[in-house]
């Protein structure tokens, strides 16, 4: 008899054990949860730094890419097509492309060959006014055919026909014909002050940038903390499943 009151006092006992370990496991997700969802969204989207600088460009066929060298140090071919863009970016990958047209017999279709000489197409760019530093606009995009000595740089071509150019003691590229009058590489804002016309795949193949983009979707932190909350609730229930069995 006292076996069978043992036996039948059991299922007394083992919710009330359930019970508590289900609190304990609410009580946890309750403290955790919060912390989580603080840390996921309390700071609010981070903003990527930026720098306004002249980028340096090459074309190869129909399109532009970033140049692997400086243009103190470039040494172009006859007939090649270089192009500079002014701009704010954060890095190579978000570099905007110069605007205009690109095409070397339309650039030098006036400027006869010589010999002993080479002629290079130049693209200046002198970015959008969303991209100008205070109190200056930007001159008209142009293009430019440089004629120059064989073992010229680029640097000597754009010294050649976009005169003033302003260096700093980096020897980083400061300005084009005089624009801007000051700064250099400074650091702005983050990236949404850069311009998000011209996206790659444009027809005229003009400016581009791959800042901007949109992703849709969850985040990856929206998605650690649903299976943190799921692990959690699923410790809670295999533990009172575990001591029920």
Partial sequence: MSGRRHRCGLPAVRPRQEA???RRGTTMLALVLPVLLLTLFGGGPAQAVGYRYWSFWERDGDRWTYA??????ARPADGDVQGFRFAVSVDSQDATKPRGTADFAAVCATTPARAGEKRLALVLDFGTPADAPSGETPPAPRTACARVPEDATTADALAAVAKPLRYDTNALLCAIAGYPQKGCGEQVGGSEQT???GRPGASDGTGTT???TAHHGPSVGVLVAAAA????GGAAIWQA????S
């Fill in 195 to 197: 311009e998000q016309a």
């Fill in 20 to 22: 508590a370990v289900i």
């Fill in 210 to 212: 791959a800042a901007g």
């Fill in 68 to 73: 692997s060298q400086g243009p103190s140090t």
């Fill in 241 to 244: 499943r575990r001591r029920r």
């Fill in 229 to 232: 909350v799921a692990v959690l």
